[in-house]
T-cell receptor, first 115, second 111 residues
Framework: DSGVTQTPKHLITATGQRVTLRCSPRSGDLSVYWYQQSLDQGLQFLIHYYNGEERAKGNILERFSAQQFPDLHSELNLSSLELGDSALYFC??????????????FGNGTRLTVT | AQRVTQPEKLLSVFKGAPVELKCNYSYSGSPELFWYVQYSRQRLQLLLRHISRESIKGFTADLNKGETSFHLKKPFAQEEDSAMYYCALSGYGGSQGNLIFGKGTKLSVKP
């Protein structure tokens, strides 16, 4: 078990709503990454946090935001939801930040369905 | 633009046959390339990192900068190799965790 925990596993909500996805990284990992996996776009990097600070942004919509808390867990907030936001959202963690290398450890994902 | 292309959505081979999963990339600098694998009902996990030049579970991958490719190979496929394979490129701000993924190739190894 990689130790990355994501909650909830499944989420069904309506268009226009707002949801929060939660991620607890592996013990000792300071970096948290969020990815979105959709059928048409595949796996896309959204955002990276290291020790509470935003480090890099990828293809993250303005309606989406994230934060990493002092206990290192992270939340991804999705607002004004649209049908196209339906996807599997993955969190991954690693020890390293901007420099150096350590492998990513992925969670099981949260499946979001917007109806 | 930075891009990873995996041309095959599905690759089906028989047990014992050689396997090659193709990956091509587009990147302006010196790329850092990876192969990730997702077995059925398991999490996405790192299989190979090009800079390590190692063999994992019999798989190898060589970076060919001239052809901008990073194909994954195994001489004799096993049924337990059946999985979804993703090629990935490190991008976005230099951190090696900010990855650009290909859309994946599903490998099916038949008995």
């Amino acid at each position: 078990d990689s130790g990355v925990t994501q909650t909830p596993k499944h989420l069904i909500t309506a268009t226009g709503q707002r949801v929060t996805l939660r991620c607890s990284p592996r013990s000792g990992d300071l970096s948290v990454y969020w990815y979105q996996q959709s059928l048409d776009q595949g796996l896309q990097f959204l955002i990276h946090y290291y020790n509470g600070e935003e480090r890099a942004k990828g293809n993250i919509l303005e309606r989406f935001s994230a934060q990493q808390f002092p206990d290192l867990h992270s939340e991804l907030n999705l607002s004004s939801l649209e049908l196209g936001d339906s996807a599997l959202y993955f969190c991954a963690s690693s020890v390293a930040g901007d420099s150096g290398y350590s492998p990513l450890h992925f969670g099981n994902g949260t499946r979001l369905t917007v109806t | 633009a930075q891009r990873v292309t995996q041309p095959e959505k599905l690759l089906s081979v028989f047990k014992g046959a050689p396997v090659e999963l193709k990956c091509n990339y587009s990147y302006s600098g010196s790329p850092e390339l990876f192969w990730y694998v997702q077995y059925s009902r398991q999490r996405l996990q790192l299989l190979l990192r090009h800079i390590s030049r190692e063999s994992i579970k019999g798989f190898t991958a060589d970076l060919n900068k001239g052809e901008t490719s990073f194909h994954l190979k195994k001489p004799f496929a096993q049924e337990e190799d059946s999985a979804m394979y993703y090629c990935a490129l490190s991008g976005y701000g230099g951190s090696q965790g900010n990855l650009i993924f290909g859309k994946g190739t599903k490998l099916s190894v038949k008995p």
